[in-house]
């Protein structure tokens, strides 16, 4: 070829590639299926103005790298676009060595990396019988550059990170954190020909994430999401189960082994066409997941006895259910489930759902309080201090329903009272400890008084009557004769009779003495 050809096909080839570049910028067209080879593109000419080792160039602007020495060169053919797979001469090593490449060093500006691109190409597609050195001479006293990168490339697709046979997109839910909010994270991981399947270092590559059945924290299902990042959601629906699907995809990824190759015929060489990474990593999941919203559980309570008497043992009902407020989005309208990781065996209470799921567990919490003096006011908290006879606990593991408390002993009279608590902390996390409110009773609920009675007080038997005043005859001196004195009480009482005793003796006595007249 002549200077002034060499010249005019340089200047065709920049006026051709301009017009393609402009033509794509203003129409946004999609990729061509053909293109025309307008003749070298970057790389080094032999000093016989003939042979050339680098690039060529296409009429849309790519550049390509030949892949069959010896026959003829592109320039001036009308390539048809395939996929490199249908060419059906590499193995899938060489295919994933050969994509490497296209992505690598065929877009380069810089001659010796194009000339060393190349050259690595037809060691891998076939040197048409001659040594690597024969075609680097053609680089001229750049030949010893392209020949020594063209053996790094090759060494770099066969290191870690270098070359890759596919790459695969993954998607996974996880169980609720200590929050209480469920997760989800995406990774990818390529098939490196040195590694294997490896997976890539978090934040590699940027994709697009969306949901069904949940949404983002900024309440939106779509957003875009990174490699390996771990992100929360919240479910949507009022059921206590959600039926969730993630999606993810990355697109534009540099890795696999598929790439653009060109044919034009069996006696032109077909090519290696300079493309940015177009690989896809996809995956989707679909799970039904216990809701994340919280439940708040309630509890109506009722003493077994309104009065009793002390030593007598009582008991509370509960009925237990779940409170329902259609004015409030966040809470579950319904009592919450978990997903056990181990199921329970067969005939197991309770059982899982058709889903797999339990009934979230409580603990409630009772507590008799008592004995109080006066009747109890009502007041949503217990007094400070107030006494406590016994703490029992009732674990709820079926869900909503009627249960009751083990006994508790009344000690003394007075009133008492039950009050009752659920906790969240009682319940473990992961087995939904962390999605329900906490609870409590207002403190004098009517229904959980108990009254005892203080015992009657003893009777005290009466006093008897003292008797009626008993006359008492006192001696004057004279025989025969007394004084009749009034003395009060027992002793007196006593005393009279003792002393009316002696006076009749006396008399007797007197009269048995005296002398009878005759």
């Known amino acids: 070829m002549t200077r002034s050809r060499r010249r005019s096909a ?58 069959e020495v010896g026959k003829k060169a592109p320039t001036g053919h009308d390539y048809q676009f395939v996929d490199a797979s249908a060419l059906g001469r590499f193995s ?48 001229g006293a750049s030949g010893q550059a392209v020949l020594d990168r063209s053996t790094q490339l090759l060494a770099t697709a066969d290191a870690p990170s270098g070359a890759s046979r596919s790459v695969t997109g993954s998607v996974a839910l996880t169980a609720a954190d200590s929050d ?17 399947p490896t997976v890539l270092t978090p934040g590699s590559h940027s994709g697009t994430m969306s949901l069904s059945g949940a949404v983002f924290d900024d309440g939106k299902a779509e957003r875009t999401i990174s490699n390996g990042e771990t992100v929360s959601i919240t479910t949507t629906g009022t059921d206590p189960t959600a039926s969730i699907v993630a999606a993810v995809r990355y697109t534009d990824l540099p890795y696999g082994s598929g790439f653009i190759a060109g044919n034009a015929g069996d ?26 919203k919280k439940f708040q559980p309630i509890v109506n309570t009722k003493t077994s006895a309104a009065t009793a ?64 003096s006066d009747p109890i006011e009502p007041a949503a908290e217990p007094p400070a201090g107030a006494p406590v006879v016994c703490t029992v606990e009732v674990r709820i593991e079926t869900g909503p329903g009627t249960y009751r408390t083990p006994d508790c002993v009344l000690p003394s009279s ?89 006076l009749w003796r006396r008399r007797l006595s007197v009269g048995v003495m005296q002398p009878t007249t005759d």
């Open 92 to 139: 899938p090593d060489d295919l994933a060595r050969l994509a490497y490449l296209s992505r690598t060093a065929a877009p380069s500006t810089d001659p010796t990396e194009a000339a060393a691109g190349q050259l690595a190409t037809w060691r891998i597609s076939g040197l048409d019988g001659h040594s690597p050195e024969y075609y680097a001479q053609r680089a």
């Open 180 to 196: 209480g909010r469920m997760t989800v994270t995406s990774g990818l991981t390529v098939d490196f020909l040195a590694t294997g």
């Open 10 to 67: 340089a200047i065709l080839t920049a006026l051709t590639t301009v017009a393609t570049t402009l033509g794509l910028l203003l129409a946004g067209a999609p990729p061509a299926t053909a293109a025309i080879s307008t003749g070298h593109g970057i790389g080094y000419l032999a000093e016989n103005g003939f042979s050339w080792i680098g690039s060529y160039r296409l009429d849309d602007g790519s550049l390509v790298f030949c892949l």
């Open 267 to 292: 006696d032109v060489q077909q090519v290696l066409v300079a493309r940015p990474g177009s690989a896809s990593g996809s995956a989707t999941v679909t799970s039904t997941v216990p809701s994340t």
């Open 309 to 372: 008497a002390a030593g007598e043992a009582i008991s509370d009902e509960l009925v237990v259910s779940a409170l329902v407020d259609e004015s409030r989005e966040d809470l579950l309208p319904g009592w919450g489930v978990y997903r056990p990781a181990t199921p329970p065996a067969s005939g197991a209470v309770p059982a899982v759902d058709e889903n797999g799921m339990l009934p979230i567990p409580v603990v409630v919490e009772s507590s008799l309080l008592g004995p109080f």
């Open 414 to 502: 007075g009133y008492f009272v039950w009050v009752e608590r659920i906790s969240p902390s009682r319940t473990p996390v992961d087995q939904g400890g962390t999605r329900m409110l906490p609870w409590q009773s207002a403190f004098g609920t009517a229904s959980e008084v108990t009254f005892v009675a203080p015992p009657p007080t003893p009777e005290i038997p009466a006093v008897p009557a003292a008797p009626a005043a008993a006359p008492v005859l006192a001696e004057t001196g004279t025989t025969g004769t007394g004084v009749l004195l009034l003395v009060s009480g027992a002793a007196l009482a006593l005393g009279t009779l003792i002393g009316v005793g002696v």
